[in-house]
């Protein structure tokens, strides 16, 4: 049985490298608590894979989030992971989504990639969402912001059993003569890949059955898996950000403080026992 997972390789013979990943389980955990129509879901397991593609760009510890928005029914989504290749995912969507391609969901708006060091400056790209795919948006990234020629393909589909998978080509700098024509060849092969092979066969024997005229050599596999950071104690330091005084208002108005996650659609309920940490002397005052 499949798990989640990412697979990086290396042309030997090419100054080329790549990326497979598998991410079904981790795309069930974010859309299995939300009611997203399915054009949402599929685009957010296409941005799940594609966020985990991205993490390479991750050489020391952090995070990164992909995070489209537009003027299109589907307002924002995003998709987080870390440098272990946690994620956690999601969306906002206002209007009818039902049929509509990639370009009629966003509408007019742009792609951020925000990359967050543990121990540094954040560093963002942002690109239009000029492109009729997710995938072309990317390769369109990479063209602008980074210079090095890429390929992405991305399959999600979250009717039925959720399934999401990808695969990403990108030239190293290099001086040989031949390695357009290399990079033209590697990625001719790629885009022979159907969905159903990227979601069924293991990685090796995908790589096997598009290169195996090649010498490709395999790093080790990192897991992906879906964790969320959200908790009760994040809430009430979220909570302490206010005033004792505007927390008892809102308990007297309300008996309770309410909190809800928009990534794991976890509700946190706080009531006035719940808070004397945060109200100190100013409940007992004003009683």
């Keep these: 049985m499949m798990t989640d997972q990412l697979q990086r390789f290396l042309f030997d013979d090419f100054d080329i490298r790549g990326e497979i990943a598998n991410a079904d ?3 069930n955990e974010i859309i299995k608590n939300h009611d997203y129509p399915l054009e949402v879901a599929n685009l957010m397991g296409e941005l799940l894979v594609a966020t985990t593609l991205l993490t390479a760009m991750l050489k020391f510890e952090g995070k990164i989030a992909v995070q489209l928005q537009g003027d299109g029914p589907l307002k924002m989504v995003v998709i987080n992971a870390d440098q272990n ?3 956690r995912g999601t969306a906002r969507v206002k209007g009818e989504t039902a049929g509509l391609s990639f370009s009629q969901l966003v509408g007019n708006g742009h792609m951020m990639i925000t990359i967050s060091p543990d121990d540094g400056e954040r560093y963002q790209g942002i690109v239009d969402l000029s492109k009729d795919s997710l995938s072309a948006c990317l390769e369109n990234y990479f063209d602008q912001s980074e210079q090095l020629p890429t390929r992405v393909i991305l399959h999600a589909d979250s009717e039925g059993k959720a399934q999401a998978a990808g695969l990403l080509i990108q030239t190293l700098p290099s001086t040989g003569d ?3 024509n290399d990079f033209q060849h590697v990625c001719a092969l790629a885009h022979t890949v159907k969905a159903d092979e990227l979601y069924e ?3 090796e024997e995908l790589l096997h059955r598009l290169y195996h005229q090649e010498t490709v050599r395999l790093f080790e596999k990192q897991a992906i898996a879906f964790k969320c950071s959200c908790s009760k ?5 979220s909570l302490a950000s206010i005033t004792p005084e505007e927390i008892l208002g809102i308990l007297n108005e309300r008996g309770a403080i309410e909190m809800h996650c928009e990534y794991c659609a976890s509700d946190y309920r706080f009531e006035v026992n719940d808070l004397q940490i945060l ?3 100013t409940h007992n005052q004003q009683h």
Excluded: I
Aim: with cysteine; proline share 0%.
């Design 279 to 281: 109200l100190g002397d």
């Design 178 to 180: 031949n390695h357009e």
């Design 233 to 237: 104690d994040r809430c009430l330091s």
């Design 201 to 203: 066969l293991t990685q």
């Design 85 to 87: 290749l946690q994620v």
């Design 25 to 27: 389980n981790s795309f």
